[in-house]
């Protein structure tokens, strides 16, 4: 391999690294572009128009559906905050109730025990609050970066929306201005190094809905082996809350779990827990199998750069491995870049 192949590649993850951080917005806005091309293609041709108004009127219908969806679950979500907010209040009374019966017990039996042994356990109690107090401070903190992060949220929505009319508009002068970029007798191999990550994207995306259709049942059979009310509704809950990067099926399993350990439902309460266990080794050995089958670069290779990708650039890398994996392959099979050892 040359020095020039190297200095390409490594601008390549420097590329691919930039649009996975600062470039998000624009990079999902392209991959949409891409996924909905077919439809702009086939509405075109059967209403026998071009190609812009087409892209308009997906677009368009993209974003009215979007939008649609984002007002009703906001407005559902809305009314159940009615709901939850009554149940809470009754709740708070029914734990205060329970925590003063268990502290007035507690006094008794700690009274009863030897100096010796009140000195460990108020070790203990303040040990537990000092953790307490550290949780509480984490959840604060936590909550102003969510907070902060909202302005910027809104902000890099409206770029994603801009980019994606404008992709949408301009597809082809950018695929056109791409290959322009390289040689033309090169041209054909590009384009299927371009069809190659378009197969990808599109296994990614089938991949996560499997997982994500398996996680769902999982959790259905779990919850309503432990009763749990509207246990469909809740492992739809925990589903949607599994694919967001910071929170996990963790942060609703683990509250319900300590909500039914304080009302003294012990069985329910370590169910729970096991639920979100299994939940977590099924997703860690099934991901990569399912992923890697999915987007062409087996399981092993798929955990491997999801693991390193994690390690190097934080959570984004868990994506950004196994891209940078299947451009690699690509190039490889197409032979744009060759590797030849030699002893």
Known sequence: MSLQHLIYIGLGLLLIYGLFTVGLPFLLALFLVVLLEPLVQILAKKLKINRPISAIIVSFTFTFVFFLSFFLVILQASKEAVGLSVFLVKLIKRMAANIEVFINNAEVFIQSLTPEYQAGISQVLEASVNTLQGFFASLAEFSIYIAATIPNFFLETLIFFIAFYIISFKLPDLKKGFLSLFDESTHTKVEKLMNTLYRAVIGFIGAQIVISILIFIITTVGLSILKI???????????IVDILP??????????????????GDSFTSIGLLILYGTLVVFRR??????????????????LVSMYLGFKFVG?????????????????????????????
């Open 229 to 239: 009310r509207y246990a469909i509704a809740t492992a739809l809950l925990i589903t």
């Open 246 to 263: 910071i929170l996990g099926t963790g942060s609703v399993l683990i509250p319900m779990s300590i909500y039914h350990f304080i009302l």
């Open 285 to 302: 050995i099934v991901e990569p199998k399912i992923l890697g089958d999915a987007i062409g670069i087996g399981a092993f290779s798929t």
């Open 315 to 343: 959570f984004i890398g868990i994506f950004m491995g196994p891209a940078v994996i299947i451009i690699f392959k690509a190039l490889l099979n197409e032979e744009i870049i060759k590797i030849n050892i030699k002893f």
